[in-house]
């Protein structure tokens, strides 16, 4: 399969003008990767409560771009999502993802986003396939 990043991916794209634009920092050492999301009335689902399925994406993104960033291609084939509290608009949520476990071809990785009181909001874990370079 050929992936390829032509930077509008919706989640991270700098070149997407609808897109989030998430920026991620990578703990190397630690494997754990983070990322800062401000949401606006645009993420909105109930009045002032940040749609449930912008949350579950970012989680998304952050565990695979987890991988990616640690030199593993691999791609989501199955992740859950719990959502705990709700994420209010206008606060800033920090999103954190880690391997929990590495077999031949599949990825373990657990993802979680609090609001910036530390509140824990959601928590995803996933299965990522581990893609064959071309």
Same mark, same amino acid.
């Given at each position: ?65 987890? $991988? ?20 209010? &608009? ?6 954190? $993802? ?9 990825? $373990? &990785? ?10 824990? &909001? ?13």
């Amino acid at each position: 399969m050929k992936l390829e990043d032509d930077h509008h991916c919706f989640a991270c794209g700098k070149l997407n003008d609808s897109g989030l634009k998430l920026q991620f920092n990578l703990d190397e050492k630690r494997q754990v990767i983070t990322t800062e999301f401000n949401p606006t009335k645009t993420h909105q689902g109930f009045k002032d409560i940040v749609h449930g399925g912008i949350i579950g994406l970012i989680l998304d993104e952050c565990m695979v771009n987890l $991988a990616w960033q640690l030199g593993i291609r691999a791609v989501s084939a199955e992740y859950t999502v719990k959502l705990l509290n709700p994420a209010m &608009i206008g606060k800033r949520l920090i999103f954190s $993802a880690h391997i929990v476990s590495e077999r031949k071809r599949i990825l $373990a &990785i657990e993802a979680q986003c609090a609001n910036e009181e530390g509140v824990k &909001i959601a928590f995803s874990s996933s299965k990522c396939v581990k893609v064959p370079k071309p």
